[in-house]
RNA sequence: GCUUUUAUAGCUCAGUUGGUAGAGUGCCACCUUGGUAAGGUGGAGGUCACGGGUUCAAUUCCCGUUAAAAGCCCCA
C-alpha cells in the first residue's frame, strides 16, 4: 500500500497492486510536482512507499525521481549510516543519495573502510533490519536544524546553503536522526537482501580542493533472489569489458615500457582498425569530404592562436624546446585543417568544404583516468571539418547526424538502447570556460536544439559539457564498467573561424567569414573499437572479425585441400586460415569458438571426396554440408551487407 | 592528479607466520590420424614488477618508483 498525504493534511491511499502510473495518472498534478520540485515546494508533502516484500519494485514508468527503487535504496542509505554511526562514533556524515543501481553514502572517518569494516558494517545493517525501526518525518526551522546537527559540519553546511525561512525535513530511525528529503519506506525492516559492493574515496562536494571522504557503495533488495541476479549481472557485465576481450582475442596489449595509456594493436586489432578506417574513409569520400595528412607535432604558437593553449595547456603534453622553437604534441587537429582551409581564397560557391583525417592525438590524460582503448593518451580521431555558410549550418549538421544514424544504425545494427544524444550546453554559472559572446552561444545552442527536433532524435539537454569554442551534439555511450563516454559528436564553433580569420567571398563580393562544423563519426578508432568489443561481446560482425573462416582438416590427409581451399577464398578477399596442427576436431573447434571465429570449415575424407565444405558456425553449430562456390558467395553477401 | 587496493611462469591464479616457489592452461617433443567445445606421456619456462631500507637471511616486513584495478576529479 502507498499512503500519500497531500499538503493539506488529506491522506490518499493507493490500492496494492496499482502501479505509480496508474497513481500518477490518478493525482497527477501532485506527483508530477513532487517529481521536479521535491517535497517542499510541490503539492505534494510527504511521499513514502510501502514496498511489500513481492511488489515489482521497478516502478520507472513515470519518472525516476518518483521511483520506488529510488526510496527502498535511500532507506537503506540511511540504514547504513546509522550503522557506521553505531561502529564508528566519530565519522562524520556528507550525503547519501541512491544511483541509478544501489546508493552510496559518503563519510569522513579517520581510515579508509577495511573489508573487515565493511562486513562489520554489513553486520550492524541486518540488526538494524532486524530491530525493524519505525521512521518518522519532522521538520524544524534552520536554527533548530542547525543545533540538532551540532558536531556535524558536512550537514551544517548543508542546512547553511538552504533558503531562508524554509522548514527542514529529517528523518529519524531509532537512534538515528538525517537531515533528508525522503522519501523513504515505513521502517528498516522493509529493507530485505543488502550487500556493500565497494568502498573507495570521494571528495566532499566533487570537487579536488575538498577534503576526501570515504564512500562505500551498496545495493538491496527486497528478494535474495534479485540479490543474485543483480550479483550475476555484475560478474556478467566483467565478462564483456573490452579489455578482458582485447586481451583474450589478442586485439590489444600495453606494456609498461611503452607507458600508460598508450595500447600496442596486435595483429587482429588492426586488422579491425584497417577495416573501420577504410570503411569510415570512403563513407566520408563519397560524402564530399577531402582526406588530407597533417603532423603531429607543432609549434607552440599555432595553439595560442586557436585558443586551446589558455584552455588546456595543463592537458597537453610538455612543450619540447628546440633551437629557437618551442614544440608540443598536437591534441587536436582543428587548428591544422583551420590552416588548410586558409590555404586559397574560397567562393561562397565553393562551400561546404569539408576536410577529414584520421589523425593522431595527444593527450595528457590523468593517470586515474586512463582505460584500455576507453581513455587513450595517444588516439586516432575520424576527425573533420566542414567549413559552411551560415545558411547551410542545418543542412550540414542534418547530414552529420543522419551518416551517425547510417553507420551506427544502419550499417553495424547497434540497438537505439546502446546509445543517447545529448545536447551539450555551456555552464551559464561559469562562463570564463568559454569563449565570450553570449550572442553567439545562444543562437549555436538554439540552432542544434532546432535541428534534433526536426530529425525527431530523442535527447537530453546538459550544461557545462559544451566545448569552450561552442555546444555540441554529443552521443553518449555506457560502457561495460559504467562510464558516460561520448563517440560521434558534432560541434558548432564560431569562435575558431574568427581567431584564425576565415574568410570567403560572397555572392557580393565582399568577405564573409566561415562556420566550422567539427565532427568525428567514429570518435576515436580506440573508443570505438572498446565499444565495438564491449557492445558485441567480442563477437565480431563477419564483414569486421580479423579471422573470418578457420579451416580444420581432420586428418593430415586433407591439408592440401585445405591450403587450395584458403587460396581459393584469399583469392576473394576473405581472412581465412588453416588449422593444420597435429590436434582432434573437437579440439580445435573448441578453440576457434573461444576465438569467436564466425565460420568453421571442417573438412574431412567425405568433403574431399565431393568436393564440399561442412560447415560451422559460431552461433549455429553444425550448418552442414556446402558447396563451396556456393559458400562463398553466401559470405560474400553477408560482408557486402553488414551489420 | 587524489583515496584505497594490487603486482608470483605467455595467460588465470595458489603459496611462503622471513630460509629464493607451485597448479591449471598455453608452449616444445614424442605417441595418437581423429567428424562438430578439451586424447595421452614427457619437457622447457620465474633474480616472485623495479630501486632502496631493516635482517645472519627479503619474493614475504618498511619506504620509494613504475604499471594495473575501483571510485573521485578531469575529458578541447
Known sequence: MIN??????????????????????????????????????????????????????????????????????????????????????????????????????????????????????????????????????????????????????YKQELIEELPEGEEISFYKQGDFTDLCAGPHLMSTGKIKAIKILTSSGAYWRGSEKNKMLQRIYAISFPKASQLQEHLDFLE????????????DLEIFMTHKLVGSGLPMYLPNGATIRRILERYIQDKEISLGYEHVYTPSLANVDLYKTSGHWDHYKEDMFPVMKMDNEEMVLRPMNCPHHMLIYKNKMHSYRDLP???????????????????GLERVRQMCQNDAHLFVRPDQIKEEVGKVLNLIVEVYQKDFGFPESAFQYRLSLR?????????????????????LREILKELNIDFYEAEGEAAFYGPKIDIQIKTALNHDVTIPTCQLDFALPERFELEYIGEDGKAHRPVVIH????????????????????????????????????????????????????????RVEVDDRNEKTGYKIREAQLQKIPYMLIVGEKEVETNTLSVRSREGGDLGTRRIDEFLEEIKKKIENKK
Open 4 to 153: 500519500i498525504k497531500l499538503k493539506d493534511g488529506s491522506k490518499l491511499e493507493i490500492q496494492e497492486g496499482m502501479t505509480i502510473l496508474d497513481v500518477a495518472k490518478k493525482i497527477s498534478e501532485g506527483l508530477a510536482r513532487v517529481a521536479t520540485c521535491g517535497e517542499v515546494n510541490g503539492e505534494v508533502k510527504d511521499l513514502r512507499y510501502e514496498i511489500k516484500e513481492d511488489c515489482e519494485l521497478v516502478i520507472d514508468t513515470f519518472d525516476s525521481n518518483l521511483n520506488g527503487k529510488k526510496a527502498y535504496w535511500h532507506t537503506t542509505s540511511h540504514i547504513m549510516a546509522q550503522a557506521v554511526r553505531r561502529l564508528f562514533p566519530d565519522a562524520k556524515f556528507a550525503i547519501g543519495p541512491s544511483i541509478d543501481e544501489g546508493f552510496y553514502y559518503d563519510f569522513d572517518v579517520e581510515k579508509p573502510f577495511s573489508d573487515e569494516d565493511k562486513a562489520k558494517i554489513e553486520e550492524e545493517m541486518k540488526k538494524i533490519i532486524k530491530e525493524d525501526l519505525p521512521i518518522e518525518r519532522f521538520s524544524l526551522s534552520k536554527d533548530e536544524a542547525l543545533k540538532l546537527m551540532e558536531g556535524q559540519p
Open 236 to 247: 556478467e557485465v566483467k565478462q564483456r569489458d573490452h579489455r578482458k576481450i582485447g586481451k
Open 353 to 371: 568544404i569539408r576536410i577529414g583525417e584520421l589523425a593522431h592525438d595527444f593527450r595528457y590524460e590523468s593517470s586515474g583516468s586512463v582505460c
Open 427 to 447: 555552464d551559464k554559472n561559469n562562463k570564463e570556460k568559454y569563449i565570450d559572446n553570449d550572442e553567439m552561444w545562444e543562437t549555436a545552442e538554439s540552432q
Open 519 to 574: 565532427r568525428a563519426i567514429l570518435g576515436s578508432s580506440d573508443r570505438f573499437i572498446s565499444f565495438l568489443l564491449e557492445e558485441t561481446k567480442g563477437m565480431l560482425p563477419l564483414w569486421i572479425a580479423p579471422v573470418q573462416v578457420k579451416i580444420l582438416p581432420i586428418t593430415d590427409n586433407q591439408h592440401q585441400y585445405s591450403y587450395d581451399l584458403k587460396e581459393k577464398f584469399v583469392a576473394e578477399g576473405i
